[in-house]
Every structure is written in structure tokens, then in C-alpha cells.
């Protein structure tokens, strides 16, 4: 038998052929679209069981960073919240409390608790689609019809205070573009309690389920230590016991105002990961609900804004609690109408940095339940 | 508890959905209605009016051809084109006017919030797919017609579930 020829040839990552024993094979996942953009993971697998993971995102990058140079405050606004359209008010916030900062307006009362609100709806609204695709991750059809069309809810709220059904661009610097229509009060109170008592029934198909906790229960575990050092955010770092929310450790707008509660679980694993969220919802619920109670009835919503906004030659670094962990945007002004430099620094990417630790070891059939439980999400993590 | 009585309630969560009404909407026998006619924005106040952002609505006795809303669009889409129209308008002394271009426009509204004449309103129309793309472009004269759209059917929930009529 002739002896067999490796090519020298230097090949991307991934793709080179190695001198390693017969038992470890290479095998490339993606770059598939998991429902949610592009993204690869070259795994290393004995047998079923994965000793090396190398995730490798970057095949939706689309230079919004860059894109933003170029564009004065109020045009950044639709382009930049294109990275998450699911949460696409959460994923501005930052931007807009920074460029508020740098131009150096106040924002009215009532815009405020405007903001609180459809910040809130839009963290469900992401929560759902994550969890409708978490259930058919893990072959449960139920749990993507059950969030898919309770997310409708929502959808038609928003539908009602923003004109759009997904990408929003309702934050502006100086407060929100329109006052929320007549009589939304009732309307979001009865359409959220609805919401509610929605959301508690997947406990029994879903959470309580034997047959879920059997798959993620123990798997991808992340220790505490770890967490911290690996510098995960969002509900990574709450499953895994840190009590760690920005809502409430850096308030921001009208969230010292209201009664804001985290989530904290202590197992770690993919079952505690997929649960935080869920539990989140609830307390999205009850911070909507204590919004619209001290929500001023009526004022201004808006400051005006001169037409092409100069901000001062400085640097402001804003974030905010996204539906997956803290968003951040770095803005450096130098006296222009457009941003000197713009950095959105975003949790999908830190918490991709734990993927590898907490695949090593596992089964090649669980890769889903960890990768997915991350709460990664693949656009906003290329930018 | 137990493995058994775990997948029981769940199966027992599903069975109960058989009572639960459709919540689906049938979307071309039935249409959401949307509160207002559209989005619109007040340059007095400064502040928009809720409504959805569908196609626009032109309104051609008070654009003056000032391009500001082409400019707001450059950034974002360049979908707005000025054009030349034929009839004369004593406000718009160059006769242009916006054409706006469907297969770009991304539907944020930033061109009706730089009008300061009250002339560009965002309308309740969404049904606007074509054949081809040329079909996409709508000149002046097509956005000054008002879309007629029966869109009537509401978000009801009651003790039965949440459902569309």
C-alpha cells in the first residue's frame, strides 16, 4: 500500500489536511443558517464525542462600524440597528443614549417611560424567536409554533407604537419619533397579561419537560469562576450564579424608578442557559405593567433636534441590558455631524468565547443545545 | 416528579390546545387594521404621528421640489429620486418631484420627518410586490393616489384565547 501524500499546500483554517491518528476527525458544521445567519463550527470528534471546537463566525459581516463613519447621527439610525432586527430598539439604545451625551440634550419624562416599554416588548419579542428556534434545535416542533405565534402578540404592539413590524428605527436622539397611539395603555396592558399568562404554560410542555431536562440538564456546564474569567454577560453569566444586570447596576433612563428584579440560577448548564430568558420574559412583563402605571399620562415626547446634530469633541461609552446580554457602543466625536469612529461592542460575540470550553467533552448531538443556549446570535456578532 | 407524570402533563398541554381557538390571521381573505392612515409627521411640533410605514403618499400641491427628503434618504437607502414632472405647480417653481424606489426603500420614515411642507405622509398600503423591477418604482402620479385597502380584522382575546376577527 502506497504511503499517503499530505499536501504542503497552506489552506484556510479548517481545511488542512493533518497528521493526526486515525481515531480524531474533522468535521465542518455550517456555514448553515440555523434560522438565524451564518455561522460555522469546526469540530474535532472521537468517536461521538467532541475534543476540540473552533467556532468561526464572520460570514455576515457587513461593516456597519465602518458604514457609520460616513453617516451623520440621525442617518446611523436605520443601518445600525440592522445587526439584531429581533431586538432592534435594544440593540440602538446604547447609540442613542451616547450621541444624547455627546450633543447634549435632555430627554422628557415621558419618553423616557416610552422608551422603557418598547425596550421591554422588543426584549420578548427576540426572547420568542430565540426560544421558537431552541425548540426545533431540539426536535420539539411545539416550542417554535407555541413562541412563533404568541411573539404575534407583541409584534402588533409594536405594529402600533413604531409603523413597523421588525426593524423599528423609533429611538432618536431627544426622545422617540411619535407618541404612542390613543388609548395604548389598555390595549399593551390586556395584550401583555395575555402574553403572560401564555408564557407560563410553556413551563409544562417545555421546562418542566422530562425529555428537555434529560438533553441540556448537566451538559455544557459553565462554573462561576469560569463565566467571570471568560467574560460572558446577559443570561450566560446570570444561569451560571453571578447577579449581574445593568438594569439594575447601571440604571439607565427610568430603570432606578421601577422595581426591577434579576434572574439568577447556579447549575450552569445548557438547561439553566435556556431557562433565564424564560424567566426574563416574566419580569419584562411586570416591568412593562409598573411603566405604563407611572408612565406621565401626557407631555412632550421628543426634543427637538437641530437638523444636522454636531456633537462635541469628545468620547462617550454607553450600554445598555439587550435581550442577550449588555450592549455597548463606544462613540469618538470630533465637533463633525458624523462619528469620528463608532464601536458596538456586542454580548453575542463574548459569550461565542465560552463555546469551545463548554464543548470540549461533549457528545456531537448535544453541539446544538450548547451552541444555541448561548444566546448567540450570529449578525450581531459580525457587525 | 417522575419521568411518567412529566411527559403526561406535557401531552396533557398540548391535548388542551385542541379547544383553544385559531389564532392564525388568513391573510388575504382577512387584514389587520392598523390604527391611523399611515405615519405621518407634524414639522410644527416636531413630533410623528403613530400609523404604520407603508407606501407613501405624495401630495402634490404642497411639495415645493426642495429635495430634503432625497438628501434624508441619502444615507439610508437612495431610493428617492427627484424627477421631472409635466403639470405646473405654483409652489414648485424647478416641477421635480420624488420618485421613490420599493426594491431600496427600507421603510424608516426619516423622508416624511424631513418634509417641512406637509407634503410626504406614509400611507397604510404594504401590498406592493411586483413582476418586475420597474414595477417597483413609483413615479409622482402613482404616489399621489390614495391606496384603497380593506383592512379590518382586530386582535380579540377573550376567555377562549387570543384569535384575529
Not at chain 1, 455576515?60 to 460616513?70: C, F, I, P, Y
Amino acid at each position: 500500500m502506497a504511503e499517503q501524500v499530505i499536501p504542503t499546500k497552506k489552506m484556510p483554517p479548517g481545511l488542512q489536511v493533518e497528521n493526526v491518528d486515525d481515531r480524531i476527525m474533522t468535521l465542518n458544521v455550517g456555514p448553515q443558517h440555523p434560522g438565524s445567519g451564518h455561522m460555522r463550527i469546526i469540530v474535532k470528534i472521537d468517536g461521538d464525542y467532541i475534543v476540540d471546537a473552533d467556532p468561526d463566525p464572520g460570514y455576515v459581516h457587513r461593516g456597519e462600524e465602518k458604514m457609520a463613519e460616513s453617516r451623520n447621527y440621525i442617518t446611523n439610525i436605520p443601518h445600525l440597528e440592522r445587526p439584531v432586527i429581533h431586538d432592534s430598539c435594544n440593540i440602538l439604545y446604547p447609540y442613542v443614549l451616547g450621541v444624547e451625551d455627546l450633543v447634549g440634550i435632555e430627554v422628557p419624562e415621558r419618553a423616557k417611560y416610552v422608551r422603557v416599554i418598547a425596550a421591554e416588548l422588543n426584549r420578548c419579542i427576540y426572547i420568542q424567536y430565540w426560544l421558537a428556534i431552541y425548540g426545533i434545535f431540539l426536535g420539539h416542533s411545539t416550542m417554535f409554533m407555541w413562541p412563533a405565534g404568541d411573539r404575534e402578540l407583541l409584534i402588533d404592539l409594536m405594529e402600533k407604537i413604531t409603523g413597523a413590524r421588525v426593524t423599528h428605527a423609533y429611538f432618536i436622539p431627544g426622545g422617540v419619533r411619535n407618541d404612542v397611539p390613543a388609548n395604548f395603555e389598555d390595549v399593551c396592558l390586556r395584550q401583555v397579561n395575555y402574553f403572560e399568562k401564555r408564557i407560563k404554560e410553556y413551563a409544562d410542555i417545555f421546562y418542566d419537560n422530562p425529555i428537555l431536562k434529560a438533553r441540556t440538564e448537566d451538559t455544557g456546564v459553565l462554573s462561576r469562576e469560569d463565566a467571570i474569567r471568560l467574560g460572558t454577560t446577559g443570561s450566560v453569566l446570570r444561569a451560571s450564579g453571578v447577579d449581574y444586570d445593568l438594569r439594575i447596576k447601571e440604571p439607565y433612563d427610568v430603570y432606578d424608578e421601577l422595581d426591577v428584579h434579576t434572574n439568577v440560577l447556579k447549575s450552569g448548564d445548557s438547561y439553566a442557559r435556556s431557562k433565564i430568558p424564560w424567566l426574563d420574559m416574566l419580569e419584562s412583563c411586570n416591568i412593562i405593567r409598573q411603566a405604563l402605571e407611572k408612565m406621565p399620562k401626557s407631555g412632550s415626547i421628543r426634543t427637538k433636534l437641530k437638523p444636522n446634530p454636531k456633537g462635541r469633541e469628545d468620547e462617550v461609552y454607553r450600554r445598555v441590558e439587550s435581550g442577550r446580554g449588555s450592549a455597548g457602543c463606544h462613540i469618538i466625536s470630533r465637533g463633525k455631524p458624523e462619528p469620528y469612529r463608532l464601536k458596538l461592542s456586542v454580548s453575542s460575540f463574548r459569550n461565542l468565547i465560552a463555546l469551545p470550553y463548554l464543548l470540549k467533552g461533549e457528545k456531537l448531538g448535544n453541539m446544538p443545545a450548547v451552541y444555541w443556549s448561548l444566546n448567540y446570535w450570529p449578525v450581531e456578532a459580525d457587525r | 416528579m417522575g419521568t411518567a407524570t412529566g411527559i403526561i402533563k406535557a401531552l396533557n398541554s398540548g391535548i388542551k390546545h385542541l379547544a383553544v381557538k385559531r389564532f392564525t390571521l388568513r391573510y388575504p381573505e382577512q387584514k389587520l387594521k392598523f390604527v391611523g392612515d399611515g405615519y405621518q409627521f407634524d414639522p410644527a411640533s416636531g413630533v410623528a404621528i403613530a400609523g404604520l410605514k407603508g407606501r407613501h403618499m405624495l401630495f402634490h400641491d404642497h411639495c415645493t421640489g426642495c429635495q430634503l427628503c432625497s438628501i434624508a434618504c441619502e444615507g439610508v437607502a437612495e431610493a428617492i429620486a427627484m424627477v421631472k414632472v409635466p403639470d405646473k405647480w405654483g409652489q414648485n417653481a424647478k416641477s421635480i418631484m420624488p420618485q421613490i424606489d420599493y426594491g431600496k426603500c427600507v421603510f424608516c420614515g426619516l423622508c416624511v420627518d424631513a418634509c417641512p411642507f406637509y407634503a410626504l405622509y406614509m400611507s397604510n398600503d404594504y401590498e406592493l410586490s411586483s413582476f418586475t423591477k420597474e414595477g417597483l418604482i413609483y413615479t409622482p402620479a402613482q404616489l399621489q393616489v390614495k391606496p384603497q385597502v380593506q383592512q379590518d380584522s382586530e386582535l380579540i382575546i377573550d376567555k377562549r384565547g387570543a384569535r384575529h376577527g
